[in-house]
């Protein structure tokens, strides 16, 4: 580590760990019910489990950008950070809400609104706690004399991500003003500017790996910003299709849609190209292996998945389906869990001055959960167009349809098993690393 503080990373990316495998096991019970063993139904309903997996989710991964953040910001800046101890308070804080809102579901105290289901007086929690967050990187970077494009990107990122988070605050008891804002936070995050978060860490990480010069590696991520920006903001109107707006959005949100794999095929394109470049002596070959991994990952899952419905002819019948699933998975998986693992990868062994990173369990815990994913994505693909057609084109009732495609969750499970075997290996070298050292390099 180059600057002490930098070692308030290691705690974020703690959490995030213990919270990823807290995920799987609600997916696990999720997809259980889907094969028709609904065991756990009177103490955690099917809504219960699939709010806590993708909450779990949403908290893992901006632990993660969180520590990315305290980890990249005070090297980038030269600076240490203006405050570490205010820095453990706001991750206390974070985890403390965190559990309250995932115990609550357990008790029906949510919203009931997909993704933003944390109940309100808890909203505020998280609003006073990202301030803080933003406080600390902001007055870090308005310290220092030194201004990245990589910094302000993230800076930027996170931001814009948390002032992002109001939107899903306005009161409305209309239906479709209630969906309208719900999709500003939902879409303008992860089509919008967590981009600019998996930009910024990715950036970092091509300058630290590839040694090629930091103004070839910046003047690409603009680029990508610039790209971003001009699709994904528009592109919420993909979502505006059939909620009770304006027509209008169908085209403006089938046009603009379609432009957003390109941000992430330049992502995919910008990180080979530069790793290829770079002639710099390799020492964490496997952070390559996820930072590529998650370049090409993201492309897939977000970009062609993510095309692959968002036109209005055929969202029209996808919508809302297993189809949505399967993109959900691959693009949260590719996007945003890979650069979290890729920026940890990078960070661990410059932490804890211990070299695991190219362990034999390190590059298994990659290949597994990236193939067990793979596998996963073709599951729901099946058992989402196989639902498309009997229930939207043949018009079967919802329920039977869910009865006629349990056989697919068969295998569902068993990737998820191949998955859970390579996130566990990951988890576990993490322990192995052990505890940060200030005297680490
Ligand atoms: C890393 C980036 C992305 C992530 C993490 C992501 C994730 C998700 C998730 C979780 C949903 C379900 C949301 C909900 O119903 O509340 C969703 C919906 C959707 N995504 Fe993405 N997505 C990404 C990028 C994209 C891109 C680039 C496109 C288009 C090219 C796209 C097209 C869509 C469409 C059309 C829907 C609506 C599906 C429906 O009607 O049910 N996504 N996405
Ligand atoms: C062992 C691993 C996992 C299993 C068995 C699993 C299973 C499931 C199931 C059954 C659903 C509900 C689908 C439905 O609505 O019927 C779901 C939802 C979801 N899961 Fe997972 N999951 C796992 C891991 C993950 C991981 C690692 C991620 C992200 C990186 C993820 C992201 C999501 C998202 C975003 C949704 C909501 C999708 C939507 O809006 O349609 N899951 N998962
Ligand atoms: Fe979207």
Not at 101 to 111: D, K, R, T
Not at 374 to 385: D, E, P, R
Request: proline share 3%.
């Amino acid at each position: 580590m180059k600057y002490k503080s930098q070692s308030v990373a290691w705690y974020f990316f703690a959490v995030s760990m213990l919270l990823f495998s807290l995920q799987i096991i609600y997916g696990f019970i999720m997809a259980f019910a889907h094969m028709g063993y609904d065991v756990l139904h009177p103490v955690i309903a099917f809504n219960t489990a699939r709010a806590v997996h993708t909450n779990l989710l949403v908290m893992w991964l901006l632990s993660g950008f969180m520590g990315a953040a305290y980890y990249i910001i005070p090297e980038e800046c030269e600076q240490e950070l203006i405050s570490p101890k205010l820095a453990f308070l706001q991750l206390g804080a974070f985890v403390a809400v965190g559990v309250t809102a995932i115990i609550g579901f357990h008790f029906n105290w949510w919203e009931g609104r997909k993704f933003l289901e944390i109940p309100r007086p808890l909203d505020y929690l998280v609003v006073v706690d990202v301030l803080l967050f933003i406080y600390l990187i902001g007055g870090t970077i308005v310290k220092s004399k030194k201004k990245t494009t990589t910094a302000m990107v993230l800076f930027f990122g996170l931001f814009t991500a948390a002032l992002l988070y109001l939107p899903g605050m306005i009161p409305t008891v209309n239906q479709t003003m209630d969906s309208y804002w719900r999709w500003w936070v939902v879409h303008l995050w992860v089509e919008g500017v967590w981009e600019l978060i998996m930009g910024g860490i990715l950036s970092f990480l091509l300058i630290k790996i590839t040694g090629v010069d930091r103004e070839i590696i910046e003047k690409w991520l603009y680029v990508i910003v610039g790209f971003t920006f001009l699709s994904g903001i528009l592109g919420t109107g993909h979502h505006y299709y059939y909620i009770g707006t304006p027509k209008y959005w169908l085209w403006i949100g089938g046009f603009f849609s379609a432009l957003e794999p390109i941000a992430f095929l330049g992502m995919a394109i910008y990180a080979i190209a530069m790793m290829r470049k770079g002639g710099k002596q390799i020492t964490n070959s496997t952070a390559i292996l996820w930072t590529i991994g998650c370049s090409v990952m993201s492309f897939v899952g977000a970009g062609f998945l993510g095309f692959a419905h968002t036109l209005p002819s055929v969202n029209m019948y996808t919508h809302g389906t297993l189809v949505t699933a399967m993109h959900g998975h691959m693009a949260f998986w590719g996007a945003y869990a890979m650069i979290v693992l890729s920026i940890i990868t990078y960070a661990l062994p410059n932490m804890t001055g211990r070299n695991l990173q190219d362990s034999k369990m390190n590059v298994f815990a990659f290949w597994a959960s990236n193939i067990g994913m793979v596998f996963m994505t073709i599951a729901f693909g099946i058992a989402g167009v196989a639902q498309v057609y009997l229930e939207r084109k043949m018009g079967i009732d919802f329920l039977s349809v869910q009865k006629e495609i349990e056989v697919h969750f068969i295998g569902l499970t068993l990737a998820a098993t191949i998955f859970t075997l390579g996130a566990g290996a990951f988890i576990w070298n993490f322990i192995r690393f052990g505890l940060p050292k200030a005297e680490a390099k």
